[in-house]
Every structure is written in structure tokens, then in C-alpha cells.
């Protein structure tokens, strides 16, 4: 190259101007400097000692119109510079710095910065942002996306300047993250870039030439502009999945996300009770349905798509994370619930920065069917609400062909070409048998853990039917999902086609049907167990979640003989005022009746009762405590009753003011209330829960009996050691003398 004596050098568009003299690198809109002091310079960590391009000689080596190129030697390592800048017809800049080393060199990082107008008075970290303190001194913004390649600067004073962005490409190797500070008392400015890290296989350098930075500079109109280009870059990857559809290389990924919580982890998808598990529970964990659903409908319509339990194989966020990055997917498709809400957008934010993939968000939270959702959180694209299967299929296909026009698609939630947020109408209510049997190939199915009864694993399970007929106000999915009391049932030839390919087929050893309510319609059933006993599956014990009040001696009588060995019946309250009034109108009578029936025939029951119904006393709830213990099942579970969003009872608590928090994380029902009860205090229904549960063991032990003690306590003992046995004894003996009879003021 011919190089050039001027020691100054300039390119202009418009009002943006970019200028070299004298070692530094400066822009300009106007005659007001966007830059500041040093400009822009390059920076190298070598063993913790960092040295930046102002130490250096500088010349000009080209120049242009519309481009101009530099040659930096640095003083102090083997290294000389070249960087590249040119003004394009938008009149972003495009800038590029390329690395020669000349001798053996070991790198930490490397950084891009650009000093910048104190004027400003905000940072921008992709679609995230905030002020600068007033306070100058060394000081990193609170960055929640490590990997965004997008920073800048907004809101001058008075508007004198206008907003100013880096975007950078991402370079390799080295992982980008971005920088934004405040700078020094002595430099009273801001400072905006990108770092670069090296782990400790890519640091070392041999001589030769590399790629050191690439990206563009550009300078926004306004802050309406700036914003309509944050916007245009968030749609970016959705344009570039209309790229590739052509050669059928789109990949959909539905993902159950990981959600941990210290030591514990929670269940979300497929659980109409979403929660962080507590010891009790052990290994119980949900099957995925919709995911589930949804993953082998695209498969049917030859769209590639896979789906990941990151859930089931509790892996840790940053597993989780890495996990996803070594995969190859276009669009990331998740389900959220209430309480894992905060965390599941912290997480899906840094999937959004870190990977760049239109992100498909579903599931059971009304949070995210309002309109401002999509506005709250930028980061996510599409939003289904409702039964998502066949939204996901249209939307999916949609974007295959091109189109950028989703209003036709029911149960979404989108953004038009202007930014506008758009709901659709509600999807109608569609026959289940239109749908596959779900996707299960490549899932952990050991993993999936629901044994009522303790019916053998490994164990599939399985939904014959969608929906309930009826009104329960604090039951989540006929509510939030299905639209009502609404109920479809199978096809029960192909339930049994189903059952019998994961028993025969795959192995598995046990069935469990986890449907809203099992046994409604009476004809039906008995078909279903006529199935089973014709195609001599009846050797095989499944276990089904009913309603003890639509069983008979004639339905129990039939399911024992096709197999029944459990099931998970829903008693709630032991008075009949509370059952009716919350919408559940259970029968008692017959279901005390049904329960002993079930029973006597060697089926084995599960109950659960839940306290903090409308109408709950202190008396109700030990009637309820003494009626469970009465029934004897095999197990129970006792639980806080959650006013979950979307349900009638929230909206009737909201209503009077007795919600007491929209922390959406302490919806759980296993640790805290929630809510205002009517006769009670909060920490009456905490209690209750922990009181009820210590009735129940003791109640077991009694049905253990002498024998049955000494031998679990002789299993403890070769567990854990005879000084914990004989502590845990102690306890136990302590409690029964002090604490058995201390209940909400008294026994």
C-alpha cells in the first residue's frame, strides 16, 4: 500500500463524521463530538498487564470517499494493527481491525472501547438498558446478558446529541461480552465496547495474521430510531430462518427449561400444581404432555423438530445453557408456569442474547396471554395461548413459507412489522383425536416418575381423555388451557393401541393415566376395560387420577378385572358446604362409600385434601385431618390450596383484596399462603399443613405396627448410623409427649 503523509483523514455522511488525527479515532454528528477524549482504542491483556493501541505509531495507509485504512505498530508487544473503516449507503460504519503477531504471544483478552460523551445519561445492553450513576468513578453496569452484541449510549442532555450504538460480529475464539462503565473522576466519561476471553487452550498465538474485531458504528436520529433498529435486530433472526427454510433445514427445539432452586428442583411442564419439590415427594416428576404433543404433530407434518427434558435430567443453569448452545436449532419453543415465571424470563433472556433464536413461549400463566407481555418482555417473539399444539403447527409453517402476516393464526400472540402487539381470537376447541400419541422416543422415560400404589416402574404415562366436566374455581388447566368445563375423551381403541405398544413394544411395566378426571362416562369405561381384558393386557397394573363420586361397584368391579392397582381420588375437604361452594360439588357420602369399595377390592387409594378453601375454619380442617386418617388410603398428600392467575378463585380473592402478594414465585402451596383466608390466619393454614402430616405418620406407624417399626427402625440404623437412629427416636418420643397436641392454640 502507498502510504500517506496527511496526518489527518475524515469520512462523511450526512451529519455523521468520522476523523484520525493525531492517534485518536473521533465521531462527530454535526460539530458536536459523540466521542470523547481518547476515542476509540484497542486493548490486550498479556499475564495481567493490559496495553492499548495509544502506545503505538500510527499512519495512514489508504484513503477513500467513503473509507480509510490504519496502520498501528504497538510499542510494548509484537503486534501491529491494521484498522479498517468504511461508511456505507445507511451510513452505519463498518469497522474491522485485523492482528498482525510477529513472534510468540500469549493473550488473556482482548477489548474494543470507545470513550464516550459525558452528556449521555443511559446504557444500552441489547434490548436491556438503564442510567449511568451520577456518581463519576470506575463503575461496570449491571449487565443481566453476558453475551449480547449490542451497546450504546441514549438520552443526552436535552437531546443535543443523539443515541449512539456498537454492534459487534461475534469472534473467534475468544467469547464476546459487552462492556459499559463509568470511567474515572480524571476522565468524567462513559465507556461502551466489548471484551473478549480466552480460555486456556485458545490464548496462545503463533506468528501470523488474525481477525481482532468486526462490527459497525452507527448513530440513530433519535430515540424513536434507535428503538426501531433494536427492534429490526430482534426480528433479525427470524429473517434469517425465511433464508434457509427453502432447503427444509429449519429445526424447531421444544425444550422443558431446567428450574432449580439451591439443592431442590421444580416440576413445571405437564404438573397442573407447578412447585419445587420438597423431600416428601422423592423422585415424582410429571410427563411433558403438551411439549410432548406438540413435538410429534410437527413431526407428522415433516417439520424437523426435537424436543429436550432438561427438567428430568435436572440440569444446572449453566448446563443447561452450554447444553443449548451445542445444538442446531432455529426456533426455541418452552412452556413457563406461575411460580417458575421470574426465573423462566431470566433464563429465556439469556438464551435470547446468547443464541439469537426466535424464542416461542407457552403455557400455563395468564401473565403471558395479555398483549403487554410481548411489550414487558421484548426479548420473546411469540407468545400461545391455550391448548398451543396446532397454534404451534400453523405458526411453524407460516414461517416456512415466508410470511410475515400471523393474524390468521388462532391462540397467538405477535408482533406486526410496525412493533404493534397483536392478539388473536381464542383457538376453538378441537377433537384430541386429531393429535399423535406423543413424542417419547429420545426422552429420559425412567425419568418420569408417578407410581400410585407403587405400580412397577419403569412406568409410562399416558392421558386418555382432555378437559373436566366439571367447576372447580381454583383448578388451573379447564380454566387457563381448555377454556372451561370442557371434556373430550379418546378414541378408547386407540388408548388401548397406545397402552399396548408401550407395554409390548417399549417395556414398560405399568401404565398411569393422568388425566384431569379418568373415569367420566360410564359406558365408556366399561369399553376401555372390556379393551384391556380382550387384548389380554389385564396382567399389566395401571392406575388412573378419578372422581370417587362417578364410580360404581359395576365400573371398580371392571377395572380391577382389566388391571386397575391404583388411584389418585380428589377429596379436598371433609365438608360438604366447602366442596360445593368452591365448584368441585364432590358427594361425600358416596365417596367415602366408593373409597371403602375401591379398597375392598384391593385397589390401592391415594387421597388429597388441600386447606384454605372459601368457607375453611379451624374445625374444618381437623374434620378433614380425622376423615383422611379415617379413609386410610395407602398415601395422601395435604397442600395450601394456591389461588393460581386464571382461575376463578384468584380472581375472586383479587376481587376482595385478600391477595396478598403477585410475587408470582411464592405460589406454591407447599411452603406459604399466599392469600387472606376468611376465618383464619395465614400461618394457621402453614401450620395445618405441617400438623396434618405429622398425624399421618403417625398414623402410619400405628398401621406398622411394633413389628413394623423396629424393622424400619433397624433399616435406618444400617442406613444411617445407631446414633442417628437413636436421635431421630428421641425426636419422635419428644414430639409425642410436647408438641403432638399443640395445633392452632390447642389440641
Known amino acids: 500500500m502507498k502510504k500517506t503523509k496527511s496526518s489527518i483523514v475524515a469520512i462523511t455522511k450526512n451529519k455523521l463524521r468520522l476523523v484520525y488525527q493525531d492517534k485518536i479515532i473521533k465521531l462527530f454528528w454535526d460539530d458536536s463530538e459523540l466521542s470523547f477524549k481518547s476515542g476509540i482504542n484497542a486493548a490486550i491483556n498479556t499475564a495481567g498487564i493490559w496495553t492499548d493501541s495509544s502506545f503505538g505509531d500510527w499512519e495512514i495507509v489508504r484513503r477513500a470517499e467513503d473509507f480509510f485504512v490504519l496502520k498501528n505498530v ?40 470507545m470513550l464516550v460523551s459525558p452528556l449521555y445519561k443511559s446504557w444500552i445492553n441489547s434490548y436491556e438498558g438503564g442510567r449511568f450513576p451520577q ?97 429490526e435486530r430482534k426480528r433479525a433472526p427470524l429473517d434469517n430462518i425465511r433464508g434457509k427454510v427453502k432447503g427444509g433445514d429449519l429445526n424447531v427445539l421444544l425444550a ?22 420438597d423431600e416428601s415427594e422423592g423422585n415424582y416428576l410429571p410427563f411433558p404432555f403438551f411439549l410432548a404433543y406438540s413435538t410429534s404433530l410437527l413431526r407428522k407434518n415433516d417439520i424437523r423438530a426435537d424436543m429436550v ?36 424470563m431470566e433464563l429465556l433472556k439469556k438464551v435470547a442474547f446468547s443464541l439469537e433464536v ?34 404451534l403447527l400453523e405458526l411453524i409453517k407460516s414461517i416456512i413459507k415466508g410470511e410475515r402476516d400471523f393474524s390468521s393464526i388462532d391462540g397467538l400472540i405477535w408482533r406486526d412489522s410496525c412493533n ?6 381464542p383457538r376453538k376447541i378441537f377433537d384430541i383425536n386429531m393429535l399423535p400419541w406423543p413424542y417419547r422416543d429420545d426422552l429420559p422415560m425412567e425419568k418420569y416418575w408417578d407410581l400410585p400404589g407403587d405400580i412397577p416402574s419403569p412406568s409410562a404415562q399416558m392421558v386418555a381423555s382432555r378437559g373436566c366436566p366439571f367447576s372447580c374455581n381454583f383448578c ?13 375423551a379418546r378414541d378408547v381403541k386407540d388408548v388401548v393401541d397406545e397402552m399396548e405398544d408401550l407395554i409390548r413394544k417399549k417395556g414398560f411395566k405399568s401404565i398411569y393415566f393422568d388425566d384431569d378426571t379418568f373415569n367420566v362416562g360410564k359406558k365408556r369405561m366399561l369399553e376401555f376395560c372390556e379393551e384391556v381384558v380382550k387384548r389380554s393386557l389385564n396382567n399389566v397394573p395401571w392406575a388412573i387420577m378419578a372422581r370417587a363420586d362417578l364410580m360404581d361397584e359395576e365400573i371398580l368391579d371392571s377395572m380391577k378385572k382389566a388391571g386397575l392397582h391404583a388411584v389418585k381420588y380428589g377429596v379436598e375437604s371433609a365438608s360438604q358446604k366447602i366442596v360445593d361452594r368452591c365448584g368441585k360439588k364432590l358427594d361425600l357420602e358416596k365417596t367415602e362409600k366408593m373409597i371403602k369399595y375401591t379398597k375392598s377390592l384391593d385397589i390401592k387409594v391415594h387421597l388429597t385434601f388441600t386447606f384454605g378453601l372459601p368457607g375453611e375454619t379451624k374445625k374444618t380442617i381437623k374434620k378433614s385431618i380425622k376423615y383422611a386418617l379415617k379413609l386410610d388410603p395407602i398415601s395422601i398428600q395435604f397442600s395450601i390450596i394456591t389461588p393460581f392467575p386464571g382461575t376463578k378463585l384468584f380472581e375472586e380473592l383479587n376481587k376482595e383484596g385478600r ?62 448410623g445407631f446414633n442417628e437412629a437413636i436421635t431421630k427416636t428421641g425426636d419422635y418420643i419428644y414430639y409425642l409427649l410436647f408438641k403432638r397436641r399443640k395445633f392452632m392454640g390447642g389440641a
Open 256 to 277: 422443558n427449561m431446567s428450574w432449580q432452586r439451591q439443592d431442590m428442583n421444580g416440576v413445571r411442564a405437564g404438573s397442573r400444581w407447578p412447585h419445587i419439590k
Open 135 to 231: 456518581v463519576i468513578g470506575w463503575q461496570d453496569m449491571p449487565l443481566e446478558n453476558f453475551s449480547s452484541r449490542l451497546v450504546g449510549v441514549r438520552h443526552s442532555k436535552d437531546n443535543v446529541i443523539p443515541p449512539l450504538v456498537l454492534e459487534f460480529d461475534e469472534n473467534k475464539p475468544g467469547k464476546a461480552s459487552p462492556l459499559i462503565q463509568n470511567t474515572s473522576t480524571e476522565i468524567g466519561s462513559h465507556l461502551i465496547g466489548v471484551n473478549f476471553n480466552y480460555s486456556p487452550d485458545k490464548k496462545c498465538y503463533r506468528e501470523g495474521t488474525y481477525e481482532f474485531f468486526s462490527g459497525r458504528l452507527y448513530v440513530c436520529n433519535d430515540e424513536d430510531d434507535l428503538n426501531t433498529r433494536i427492534q
Open 420 to 425: 404493534n402487539v397483536i392478539k388473536n381470537k
Open 358 to 391: 426466535p424464542i416461542v413461549l407457552c403455557g400455563c400463566h395468564p401473565e403471558i396471554y395479555k398483549p403487554d407481555f410481548l411489550e414487558k418482555f421484548n426479548f420473546i417473539d411469540f407468545v400461545l395461548f391455550g391448548e398451543y399444539e396446532f397454534t
Open 476 to 488: 388451573l388447566w379447564p380454566q387457563a388451557l381448555f377454556g372451561g368445563s370442557t371434556y373430550r
Open 659 to 720: 391477595i396478598l402478594t403477585k410475587n408470582w414465585s411464592l405460589y406454591d402451596g407447599h411452603y406459604s399462603c399466599i392469600f387472606q383466608p376468611e376465618n383464619l390466619l395465614t400461618e394457621d393454614l402453614e401450620e395445618a399443613k405441617r400438623y396434618a402430616y405429622r398425624l399421618w405418620a403417625d398414623h402410619q406407624r400405628k398401621r406398622r405396627g411394633l413389628t413394623g417399626n423396629i424393622k424400619r427402625f433397624l433399616e435406618y440404623q444400617k442406613k444411617n
Open 309 to 344: 427434558d432438561f427438567t428430568a435430567e435436572e440440569t444446572s443453569e449453566d448446563d443447561f445453557l452450554k447444553g443449548l448452545s451445542k445444538r442446531n436449532f432455529d426456533i426455541f419453543v418452552t412452556e413457563t408456569s406461575t411460580p417458575s415465571f421470574y426465573y423462566d
Open 74 to 113: 504497538w510499542h510494548q508487544l509484537p503486534i501491529i494493527c491494521i484498522w479498517k473503516f468504511r461508511m456505507d449507503k445507511n451510513g452505519y460504519i463498518q469497522w474491522t481491525v485485523h492482528m498482525e503477531v510477529q513472534e510468540f504471544l500469549e493473550i488473556d483478552e482482548r477489548r474494543i472501547a
